[in-house]
């Protein structure tokens, strides 16, 4: 039977996607001029992941999700293995202080972005063959929850924070869409708040996070500088922006403007109305991915759909969060999240 394709979701994502390769050239383009001496160096690379990301998208559209049912063992253990080799000196590469790329010429591949996906993918097996077991913990449950600690033990030694927690709160999101009882969720809710604290506790770096999202103005020089220059590029944009190019911002004031801190550039070059634009964007993504996950005519294809949403609007949410202040600075960042 011939499959369709959503296409509101398909001709939103491709939206998105165009308008932050636009964005991601206005963001760096001062930046690529003095490093590299090409203004659209980053642009470029963009376009290439653009382009292939798109020819892999319609490859993988062709393949029976079934298919993903009947791989899930062999897909996570891929995974898995890969998520120990990256963190090998000497196979692993070293970005913004973390190990959690193999560098492929002038690309990189970051495993745990794949594991994100194979874990979902094994999840969704998992909670559909052993729907009956989720009233019992030890059937049901902590075997899903010790493989999703495995793997975010993995991610911390690289390490990402981040990438971890995302991946964390899809599972458990999972987990409560497959309807695991809510005292379940108040334990694990307990036990995340003792494990972040002990990860912040041991990681000096992540403490200096805290204190300047507390008060980023008591070290404006320092740990507060990121979120400072995010909240004075958003703060001049009003409600229709400076316009498209003309960001003070971005001329070196701005760490990772065309990354971690592009919505700052968005917001201020469109101002309200383009943040609201582009969060508006993600909303409809949401609302189709909830109606495919609810539309599906069998367990799996249901807990998919639900975990791969949750993936894309947690990160995205996550980024937002910390470009205006409301959490500390992670490192995920927005132009991932399609």
């Known amino acids: 039977m011939q499959k369709k394709i959503d296409k509101i979701l398909f001709f939103t994502s491709i939206i998105l996607s165009l308008f932050g390769i636009v964005m991601i050239y206005s963001a760096s383009s001062i930046w690529a001029e003095y490093k590299f001496n090409d203004a659209f160096h980053y642009l470029k690379y963009q376009t290439i992941f653009f382009i292939v990301g798109i020819i892999i998208m319609l490859i993988i559209s062709k393949i029976d999700y079934k298919n993903y049912y009947e791989k899930a063992n062999l897909i996570l253990s891929i995974c898995l293995i890969l998520l120990v080799l990256v963190i090998i000196p000497g196979i692993g590469s070293i970005r913004n202080g973390s190990r959690s790329w193999f560098g492929i010429g002038p690309f990189g591949i970051q495993p745990s972005e794949a594991a994100k996906l194979g874990l979902i993918i094994f999840t969704s097996k998992y909670l559909s063959k052993s729907n009956k077991f989720l009233k019992s913990y030890k059937q049901g ?188 600075v992670t490192g995920v960042v927005l132009r991932g999240t399609i």
């Open 141 to 328: 449950v902590f075997p899903i929850l010790g493989i999703t600690l495995l793997i975010f033990f993995l991610i911390m030694l690289q390490p990402d924070l981040g990438t971890g927690v995302i991946l964390v709160m899809s599972i458990i999101s999972l987990l409560f869409i497959a309807g695991v009882n809510m005292k379940f969720f108040l334990g694990i809710g307990i036990l995340g708040i003792i494990g972040i604290t002990i990860l912040i506790i041991i990681a000096p770096y992540r403490m200096d996070r805290i204190t300047s999202f507390i008060n980023p103005w008591n070290d404006a020089l320092g740990t507060g500088f990121q979120i400072i220059q995010s909240l004075y590029a958003i703060g001049p944009g009003g409600l229709l922006g400076t316009g498209f190019l003309n960001s003070v911002q971005k001329h070196f004031y701005l760490p990772e403007p065309q990354t971690d801190f592009i919505f700052s550039i968005i917001a201020e070059e469109f101002g309200v109305a383009g943040a609201f634009i582009v969060t508006g964007l993600f909303s409809l993504i949401l609302l189709r991915g909830i109606k495919i996950a609810l539309n599906s005519k069998d367990l799996f294809s249901k807990y998919l759909s639900f975990g791969m949403i949750f993936q894309i609007i947690f990160q995205t949410l996550m980024n937002l969060m910390v470009v205006i202040g409301m959490i500390p």
